[in-house]
């Protein structure tokens, strides 16, 4: 496993930039960074499942290891969902943590990802794009 971080300071209170990682449509706007029309089902309830889809119904399972209102989200991932069929994986300890801490300036929004080798590469790419997503949306939405 790789462990990963990103962060990006932005200039709005945790509580919306909390809102717009996690509120349905806002979701669906920002991470488009990864994949174009992607969605989550399920609950964000600490122990729950949640499910990862991307417009093909493929995507990921994961469970929700820590949920810290406007301060941590945590996710353990599973498996990967093919065609909406559940597949699980050997993954370990995949874990993907969102962090915010309050400061002068605002938020700092910091991203901690556990991933295999092969999925480096892709979130060195995408989440910088996806943290400048919920960065314009949290300083520009109402």
Not at 69 to 94: C, R, S, T
Not at 98 to 117: P, R, V
């Amino acid at each position: 496993m790789e462990k990963l971080s990103f962060e990006i300071q932005i200039s709005a209170p945790p509580e919306k930039v909390w809102s717009v990682l996690w509120d349905e449509i806002s979701y669906r706007q920002w991470t488009t960074a990864f994949t174009e029309g992607s969605f989550y089902q399920g609950t964000l309830e600490e122990g729950s499942i949640v499910k990862f889809f991307d417009p093909d119904n493929n995507g990921m399972y994961s469970q929700v290891v820590k949920n810290i209102p406007n301060k941590e989200m945590k996710f353990l991932h599973l498996g990967e969902i093919y065609d909406g069929v559940e597949v699980p994986q050997e993954w370990g300890e995949a874990t993907e943590a969102y962090i915010l801490e309050e400061n002068d300036e605002g938020t700092k929004l910091m991203s901690e990802i556990q991933t295999t080798a092969e999925f480096k590469e892709f979130f060195e790419d995408k989440f910088p794009k996806a943290l400048q997503f919920v960065k314009n949306l949290s300083e520009n939405q109402l």
